[in-house]
């Protein structure tokens, strides 16, 4: 089993950058493909970003490429989220997921642990 316990959110003005961090326990936290979700009030959770579990590999959602960046340390059992150029459609309540053996192109309902998320807000 993995825990998962997000921090770095916070409120930030447009244009400014937050980096998110993700702290994995539990075992064999190198077997895990690693995502970040996020989720708006009223609507669903969507995918941002996922590593694969060597790091080797990333994905990412259209609206985010070029500005945020995934990475992880598995020495640390740690992921990131770096966001940059943060506008007010980046608000939401931002998820770490992992996904046992997973691809980073997999769907929400394939990550088998969730975080209990951290507040991103970005103003106008």
């Known amino acids: 089993q993995v825990q998962l316990v997000e921090s770095g959110g916070g409120l930030v003005q447009a244009g400014g950058s937050l980096r998110l961090s993700c702290a994995a326990s539990g075992r064999s936290f190198s077997n895990y493909a690693m995502g970040w979700f996020r989720q708006t009030p009223g609507k669903e959770r969507e995918f941002v970003a996922a590593?694969?579990?060597?790091?080797?590999?990333?994905n990412y959602a259209d609206s985010v490429k070029g500005r945020f960046t995934i990475s992880r340390d598995n020495a640390k059992n740690m992921v990131y989220l770096q966001m940059n150029s943060l506008n007010s459609e980046d608000t939401a309540v931002y998820y770490c997921?992992?996904?046992?053996?997973?691809?980073?192109?997999?769907?929400?309902?394939?990550?088998?642990?969730w975080g209990q998320g951290t507040q991103v807000t970005v103003s106008a």
């Open positions: 997921a992992a996904n046992f053996g997973g691809l980073t192109t997999a769907p929400l309902t394939a990550y088998d642990y």
């Open positions: 590593i694969s579990w060597s790091g080797g590999r990333t």
